[in-house]
């Protein structure tokens, strides 16, 4: 079986890699990976422990008021989960 999976992430590379005029969505995107990447956070990994938090019924603004960094994320779902 074969497994097919093109991220946004691929599409918005290749967008800009096609065209020389500016893309601002995808520029954006590809700064923000560009700064996880520098801080060490995984996207993947994050998008996972935002889905714990909203399963554990946390609202998105209530995320945003308890935590402001990857560390509090994870400390708001390990608690959580104890």
């Known amino acids: ?3 097919r999976a093109v991220t946004i992430e691929d ?3 290749l967008y800009l890699t096609w065209n020389s005029h500016i893309n601002g969505s995808a520029l ?3 700064a923000l990976r560009d700064e996880m990447e520098l801080r060490d956070i995984d996207p993947d990994e994050l ?4 889905e714990r ?3 554990q019924g ?3 603004d209530e ?3 308890e935590t402001n960094r ?4 994870k400390a708001l779902v390990d608690d959580a989960e104890e």
Do not use: N, P, Q, S
Request: glycine share 0%.
């Open 1 to 3: 079986m074969i497994t």
């Open 28 to 30: 954006y995107r590809r």
């Open 47 to 50: 998008r996972d422990l935002f």
């Open 11 to 13: 599409i918005d590379d």
């Open 70 to 73: 990857y560390a509090d994320l």
């Open 58 to 60: 946390y609202t998105k």
């Open 63 to 65: 995320i945003v008021e």
């Open 53 to 55: 938090a909203r399963e």
